[in-house]
């Protein structure tokens, strides 16, 4: 039988001499959680690992040119506590915080989140919403860039060559106006594992009363996450207000009838959207509907 090889490359000039001999048995990881239950249920036994997790290069948090760049050995730890993020992709910080459990957190990244592609996946949908970028590397030493929706192809799929692998992340830097929010329901009280989650940007008028645009994004209602067409109509140009929240429920409700009536889970879901649509709208809105201000 044949060996399982470990590469541990220190810097992207090792990681490059790695990649130049990949092949379709050759597995990237940084933080390795997800891998490693993959590798267990696979019955993975042979090919060679890519260890990222060792090159200092790919971690960190920037902000550049209204860029917020993310490298992408970060961990969701980092991400939460980084007040970069705080300020500019507070849905980001909010899907990071509710990964998996604290030391799940201290290991997984956010370049191996996105590559794994799963379809609960929390950060997904977080970075869709925000129209991040992705920054792939390949073994000839060229990038190049991909929007999350071109590299996350399905369940468990992406785009990304056996040569090639996810150095950074880019967020746009969104202005004053905007306001993100994140939410999730899962099937455990503790270590949740996301059965339906929401990404939100909205954009209000100077007064902060009247939405002038809206992006929605909803995960793990299919084989990948998408927008809300449905949810973001009955949002623009409308007043805040505790009818809207209804209003925005019924649209998600008609959103999970469209997506998924045919399964299993549909009458579940349709009813749990409902929470987690008045969830999300709270947290965009709280200060608008108890009369604060952001």
């Given at each position: 039988m044949a060996a399982m090889v470990v590469k541990t490359?220190?810097?992207?000039?090792?990681?490059l001499a790695c990649m130049k001999d990949a092949d379709e048995n050759t597995y990237y990881?940084?933080?390795g959680t997800d891998f490693m239950i993959k590798?267990?249920?696979n019955r993975i036994y042979s090919g060679t690992i890519i260890d990222l997790k060792g090159i200092p290069a790919l971690r960190y948090i920037k902000k550049e040119n209204g860029i917020i760049r993310i490298g992408g050995n970060t961990t969701f730890t980092?991400?939460?506590g980084n007040k970069i993020m705080q300020k500019h992709a507070a849905c980001v910080v909010q899907a990071a915080?509710?990964?998996g459990s604290t030391q799940i957190r201290n290991a997984a990244t956010i370049g191996g989140n996105v590559a794994n592609a799963f379809a609960g996946a929390d950060s997904i949908p977080?970075?869709?919403v925000l129209d991040a970028k992705v920054v792939v590397l390949k073994s000839d030493g060229e990038s190049y860039e991909k929007d999350m929706d071109g590299i996350v192809l399905g369940a468990g799929q992406n785009s990304l060559g056996h040569d090639e692998v996810i150095v950074e992340i880019q967020i746009p830097v969104l202005d004053e106006g905007y306001r993100t929010a994140f939410a999730k329901i899962g099937s455990r009280s503790r270590v949740t594992i996301a059965k339906l989650n929401m990404a939100a940007v909205v954009k209000c008028r100077g007064d902060g009363s009247t939405i002038e645009e809206a992006r929605i994004v909803l995960g793990a209602l299919g084989p990948k996450a998408f927008r809300s067409g449905k949810a973001e109509e009955v949002l623009?140009?409308?007043?805040i207000s505790k009818d809207l929240c209804m209003a925005f429920q019924n649209a998600l409700t008609a959103q999970v009838d469209e997506s998924i009536a045919s399964r299993s889970s549909w009458a579940y879901k349709r009813e749990a959207v409902k929470g987690l649509a008045d969830e999300v709208f709270d947290k965009l809105f709280q200060d608008v509907l108890t009369g604060g201000r952001a």
């Open positions: 490359p220190s810097t992207i000039d090792e990681l990881i940084s933080g590798l267990r249920k980092e991400i939460v915080s509710q990964i977080a970075l869709m623009v140009g409308r007043t």
